[in-house]
């Protein structure tokens, strides 16, 4: 099933760049051994690393090399899961399951309450580390460490709070209850652009929830996965709990594969593109698995012309710039009303040139926009740039591969493209935006609305009347609808997640705990005698 090759590393498949590797391997060149980044060992790091956990650390499969992509230089490598050990990891999961979920709900909000705090205490290297490997700013890389920490707040609360129903029965005597209980093993497929929050959020409410989890990372971020278990195994252990309540079990395409088609995994959590989410969804249905899919976006944020424009400059340049485009709610859309078009563009080109000024080492703390995270993007990011211009694209800005160490593309603004131009119809993971011009809110909704998937989408107003017709049935079809702020930047606090070919799935907050639960609609009989529903008679 070569649908995972987007979860494989792009370097294994560069002959030249393996031999560069191996050299440098060879005279043990790794990162890890330059002070610089003195910060890997205090992660309990070494140069090479175990990548499966279900209590205890044992791999047997390949080793894969991590690579910084602000200068193509290896971190450490990774021994990765082969199918014996990830089999092992899902035995040992069950069975600590047996033991987890008799553990009543509040308890194991005390154990995710002692997960959060862990990570306070490793805050700035594990976000440097998410900095380094995955390529965003390291505030970017600090913050989504800072998610985790958040989502186990939130979860130490709802260990509380899992609420019930009771509904009044038409047969005297009757009682009907509702009640929720935990499905098992929960199977976690996280992507390299998010490799420790989205994580966070599956398994801080699985937790609770009382599920135990299995979780394979992205492997060009397998070091944010073994760090990020370390983390949580030291909880885990000093509270003499099993350790596979949360496995670990990296690797490449077979692991994946064999999580989606393994029947003992209850749920399967996948976060990518939705190619590749379409067919775990399907691979899933076919045993009656349950899925929870939070694919790609293509994203937009609507200008009308009551909006503030200052307060739109600020917003798009994030939007579109940050993680230098390789965020799932990344902006990929503006769309603007005729009447303030040029004001716009040419504000935006403006903060685009202060922008790159400062491009950079994403551990820099002054820097503001870093690299793509491998040599893949880079490449779909020149064939975008490719046909945009041959379908008759104009470039506003920027365009170009940068010529210096590591994976560096100019932020690009596109104009002169249908709204409905196959290139801007399809979500292309790099830091492209396509500026449209429309008429009136009605034709602006509707080009929103015209792209496949709907994850996130905004509009900068100032008329009430905009606002309410833009959250209306007849405005976003997207899961995130935002007024003046732009499409990315979600709090932990509401239900993450999109419509369409993005999937449908909910993580994080408000009622996104059920996905992780079973419904049982209960009826109990407290009477001497049977009476039946409907008022049927069967005497």
Not at 266 to 292: A, D, I, M, P
Not at 331 to 356: D, E, F, G, Q, W
Request: hydrophobic share 40%.
């Amino acid at each position: 099933m070569t649908m995972y090759y987007l979860n494989s590393s792009p370097l294994k498949h560069l002959k030249f760049l393996k031999n560069v590797h191996f050299c440098l391997r060879k005279n043990s060149s790794f990162l890890i051994n330059d002070k610089k980044y003195s910060f890997l060992k205090e992660l309990g790091l070494n140069e090479e690393n175990v990548g499966v956990y279900d209590g205890n650390w044992d791999a047997n499969g390949n080793i894969t090399t991590s690579y910084c992509p602000a200068n193509g230089l290896p971190i450490a490598t990774v021994r990765n899961g082969n199918i014996e050990d990830f089999n092992r990891c899902v035995s040992n999961a069950l069975e600590a399951w047996m033991i987890w979920s008799d553990i009543p709900a509040p308890k194991r909000g005390e154990i995710v309450r002692q997960i959060g705090c862990a990570f306070r205490q490793k805050l700035e290297p594990l976000g440097k580390l998410v900095s380094l490997e995955m390529g965003k700013i390291v505030g970017e890389g600090i913050g989504e460490v800072q998610e985790y920490i958040d989502i186990c707040d939130y979860a130490v609360g709802l260990s509380r709070m899992f609420n019930g129903s009771v509904f009044p029965s038409e047969r005297p005597n009757h009682v009907m209850l509702e009640q929720w209980n935990p499905l098992g093993l929960v199977g976690i497929i996280s992507a390299f652009n998010f490799p420790v929050a989205v994580y966070g959020w599956n398994s801080a409410i699985s937790m609770v929830c009382g599920n135990v989890v299995i979780w394979k990372g992205a492997p060009t971020t397998s070091l944010t996965s073994v760090a990020t278990t370390k983390i949580v195994a030291s909880v885990l252990e000093k509270n003499n709990i099993p350790g596979a309540v949360l496995s670990l079990c990296t690797g490449d395409v077979d692991i994946g594969v064999s999580m989606v088609k393994d029947k003992r995994v209850n749920l399967v959590s996948f976060t990518g593109s939705s190619s590749v989410g379409h067919q775990v969804g399907v691979e899933v249905q076919k045993r009656f698995g349950r899925v929870l899919l939070e694919l790609g976006g293509n994203n937009a944020i609507i200008v009308t012309p009551d909006a503030n424009l200052e307060m739109v400059s600020q917003s798009v340049v994030f939007a579109c710039c940050g993680t230098a485009g390789q965020r799932c709610t990344t902006t990929r859309r503006l769309i603007l009303h005729k009447s303030i078009y040029n004001t716009v563009l040419v504000n935006l080109v403006k903060a685009y040139s202060n922008v790159l000024k400062r491009l950079g080492d994403p551990l820099d703390i002054t820097t503001l926009y870093g690299p793509m995270h491998s040599l893949t993007a880079v490449k779909n990011f020149k064939q975008t740039i490719s046909e945009a211009i041959e379908a008759g694209g104009q470039i506003e800005f920027g365009g170009k591969v940068l010529d210096r160490t590591g994976y560096f593309v100019e932020p690009t603004i596109i104009s002169g493209l249908k709204y409905d131009s196959p290139v801007v119809c399809r979500e292309t993971f790099a830091p492209i935006v396509y500026v449209l011009k429309y008429d009136n809110l009605e034709e602006a909704i509707a080009w929103n609305n015209n792209v496949d998937q709907g994850l996130s989408s905004s509009i900068f107003t100032n008329d009430v009347g905009t606002v309410f017709k833009w959250i209306g049935h007849k405005g976003s079809d997207c899961g995130i609808v935002n007024v003046n702020i732009p499409t990315n930047g979600a709090e932990i606090g509401g239900a993450f997640g999109g419509e369409k070919h993005t999937g449908g799935g909910r993580e994080s907050g408000s009622d996104s705990w059920k996905q992780y639960m079973r419904r049982s609609t209960i009826t109990i009989n407290h009477g001497s005698g049977l009476t039946l529903a409907q008022g049927i008679k069967f005497e």
